[in-house]
């Protein structure tokens, strides 16, 4: 019966333990995935206004990825892609909205301080081209560092148009 107990309470102070130094990740990944959603919906926001300086504030310097042709795109590269995307847009498009954004998956790789987020948001627009108005729904990948005390974009993929 001593066996019993000394197991149970071993059990109990080990449990303990871990909770306790598991909460305090927790919290921060709380507050973190609240500075993420905030950091996406600031980026969208921008977009939807045309206002590539702001959309670019949330973007790091340190930015890497691979377009879709397999060429590296840094920061400047991207920023281009982004302002002719703008301008393309803006050609086309008036009352450009974004809504329902959701975060579908977040996970956190705290040894490189870095996210990843899977997002699905709704768009509508009136096209000009068309005269009538457009609708969709978008998918995006997009992972994130932090730097100081902000998340920045550091890859943005589209998963789905």
């Known amino acids: 019966m001593n066996i019993k107990r000394g197991i149970l309470l071993f059990t109990f ?5 871990m909770a306790y130094k598991t909460a305090p990740v927790l919290a921060q990944h709380e507050k973190d995935n609240q500075d993420i ?5 600031n980026l969208l926001a921008a977009f939807s206004r045309w ?7 949330y973007v790091s310097a340190q930015y890497s990825d691979t377009g879709a042709d397999g060429k590296a ?11 002719t995307l703008i301008d ?8 450009y909205s974004i809504s329902d954004l959701q975060i579908i998956k977040l996970d956190f790789n705290d040894q490189q301080n870095q996210a990843t987020a899977e997002i699905e ?8 081209d068309l005269l009538k108005d457009e609708s969709g729904k ?9 730097e100081a005390d902000s998340w920045k974009i550091i890859r943005y993929k589209q998963d789905r148009p």
Do not use: C, P
């Open 13 to 17: 102070i080990l449990a303990l333990q």
């Open 37 to 41: 959603k905030e950091v996406i919906e």
């Open 51 to 57: 206002d590539l300086d702001s959309e670019m504030g």
């Open 73 to 83: 795109v840094d920061y400047d590269k991207f920023k281009s892609m982004a302002k």
């Open 88 to 95: 393309n847009a803006r050609k086309k498009y008036i009352d």
């Open 121 to 128: 948001f709704q768009w509508k627009a009136f096209n000009l």
């Open 138 to 146: 978008h998918v995006r990948t997009i992972s994130l560092a932090k």
